[in-house]
């Protein structure tokens, strides 16, 4: 059985890591699997927006697979080394792929470890409400090595994260939506449709101008605000020139939807 399901339905990929008898958690031929899907979501001119899930209703993903993982790289396995800077982090996303289409994190229990780092390296996170949040690796004497360190605090702040990461407790879908860690929490049945209904309707939108708006924010985040500025700068004139551009306030003086065609 595939541990990653890729599944296309219109211009929405769903993503679904299918490892429930390991609460999803990430073993070396999952993680290349998983690099490249995203590879494939990245390349592919039809595809408009991503949802990672994980499969069945216990868990998003545990992270690492611990078991298999650690031994890998001791050994100088070449299919995953967590201590690498360079190459792709776990799950593809985390280090060293830049996609700049939108992708939604579907949270469906425990999201812990590199399984937490998979959903911050999405842009929008929904939560099922008996989701449990964490990255728990100091309290097995290793620390987040996808990304956590940065991601986390630049979500909720230093405060909050240092807590999380320096305790590596534990905390529930009501408290990670009061911190701003996911942007919603709805109940198990409603998790899918909700991702469905936010990535249709980022779908409505003009592609090419979500995409620059990602980059814009994600390569802002590292630049002095001057710096910010000529980029968005930037990346603003480059959609002047799109077919989407004439579309759009077209539609709008028309009154009617727009039709966009990512060019």
Request: net charge neutral; charged share 25%.
């Amino acid at each position: 059985m595939a541990s990653v399901l890729y599944e296309q339905k219109d211009k929405i990929v769903t993503i679904t890591i299918n490892r429930p008898e390991a609460m999803n958690a990430i073993d070396p031929e999952t993680h290349q699997s998983l690099v490249d899907t995203w590879l494939r979501f990245r390349d592919d001119e039809s595809a408009w927006v991503a949802i990672l899930t994980g499969a069945g209703d216990r868990a998003f993903s545990a992270g690492a697979d611990l078991k298999k993982m650690i031994p890998a790289a001791l050994s100088g396995g070449r299919s995953y080394n967590p201590s690498a800077h360079d190459g792709y982090g776990l799950g593809g996303i985390t280090r060293g792929l830049e996609i700049y289409k939108p992708m939604i994190a579907a949270i469906n229990g425990f999201c812990l470890a590199g399984g937490l780092e998979q959903a911050l390296a999405c842009d929008i996170r929904i939560a099922a409400s008996h989701a449990r949040f964490g990255l728990t690796e100091v309290r097995w004497a290793i620390m987040p090595g996808a990304g956590g360190t940065q991601r986390l605090p630049r979500a909720v702040g230093l405060t909050k994260a240092l807590e999380m990461i320096l305790t590596a407790e534990q905390i529930d879908s009501g408290e990670a939506y009061r911190i701003g860690l996911v942007n919603r929490v709805v109940s198990p049945p409603e998790l899918m449709p909700a991702a469905r209904a936010m990535a249709a309707t980022l779908c409505e939108r003009g592609p090419l101008a979500l995409r620059a708006a990602k980059e814009a924010v994600i390569r802002g985040l590292s630049l002095p605000l001057p710096d910010g500025l000529r980029l968005e700068a930037f990346l603003s004139g480059t959609l002047r020139g799109t077919e989407d551009a004439v579309e759009g306030p077209r539609a709008f003086a028309e009154k009617r939807t727009p039709t966009f065609k990512a060019r």
